[in-house]
């Protein structure tokens, strides 16, 4: 019978790209691949649940890190910047995980017919072992990839199923904090998704106060608290992320990239680069080329 490793590394070796990140025809559900052990990746999370089948991989939050494996999941139900970095692949044994992208509006419909009560855990980054239901879910979410006649039919119901196996499990106090109707967390959500859109241009903080429906005080204050960053902060790392992956992908310049995430001053650019990423632009480009070469 086919397990959840065996989908998941199928469907990996077949669809994978250069980054190992294989998407599926269900939206929000994807896997990952990878031979080596990796360099750290910076990133802006979306709330997301993801579920590790061989390797092993670590996540930092601030000052906290997580480290997981093989049966353990990772849950991150808020837009948090994050380093993360595979820790254990091999040609051998590569790393393997499946994520898929969290719906609130799932969550908070469940919750409701559920009579989901009691606090919401805080932490935007966790990790517990998977779930057998979860992993149960998961697979025969895998499996409908193989038939894909009938998506249209079961794609949405397996896909909510999964949520309420979260939900009911060891994920689920953490996982509320994602359903509460017209909570902070959804309302700060709302103001992240115009700065996810419209990074590249100023947005004044009375904007996306708007957006949330708060006061810009107010704002401030909880959004530094869901995310552990201000929105300038935020919005600054959505640039530096982009235009990194600009020079990467595309071969763009320094200066570029600079101009096209929205930058008005390449040295500021270059200076705000390091900081974040540990080398200015040009030797983090050549690092990465060496290492591609040292890899080959």
């Not at 909510?160 to 060891?170: K, N, P, Q, V």
Request: glycine share 6%; charged share 20%; net charge positive.
């Amino acid at each position: 019978m086919t397990t959840l490793f065996d989908a998941v590394r199928r469907h990996a070796e077949a669809h994978a790209d250069t980054d190992g990140v294989a998407a599926t025809a269900i939206p929000g559900l994807g896997t990952v691949r990878a031979t080596a052990a990796s360099d750290l990746v910076h990133a802006i999370s979306r709330p997301l649940i993801c579920l590790v089948v061989q390797g092993g991989k670590q996540v930092s939050m601030g000052s906290r890190t997580f480290a997981f494996a093989a049966g353990d999941s990772l849950l991150i139900t808020a837009d948090v910047p994050i380093v993360s970095q595979i820790t254990r692949a091999s040609v051998a044994a590569p790393y393997l995980s499946l994520v898929l992208e969290l719906d609130p509006v799932v969550i908070a419909d469940l919750m409701v017919e559920m009579k989901a009560v009691g606090l919401a855990d805080p932490s935007p980054v966790r990790v517990e072992p998977t779930d057998s239901e979860v992993a149960d879910a998961a697979l025969r979410l895998m499996r409908l990839l193989d038939r894909p006649e009938s998506l249209p039919v079961l794609q949405a119901q397996l896909t909510r199923e999964m949520h309420y196996w979260l939900l009911a499990g060891r994920h689920g106090p953490a996982l509320r904090r994602l359903g509460w109707p017209d909570s902070v967390g959804q309302r700060i959500a709302r103001a992240v998704a115009v700065l996810r859109a419209d990074f590249a241009r100023p947005l004044p903080v009375e904007r996306l106060a708007g957006v949330a429906g708060m006061s810009p005080s107010t704002f401030h204050h909880h959004f530094r608290a869901v995310t552990s960053l201000s929105p300038l902060q935020f919005q600054k790392q959505l640039r530096l992320i982009e235009a990194r992956r600009l020079m990467l992908a595309q071969g763009a310049t320094a200066s570029q990239a600079a101009f096209a995430v929205g930058y008005e001053s390449v040295p500021q650019f270059t200076r705000e680069y390091g900081r974040m990423f540990g080398l200015p632009p040009v030797r983090d480009m050549k690092a990465v080329r060496d290492r591609a070469r040292t890899a080959a």
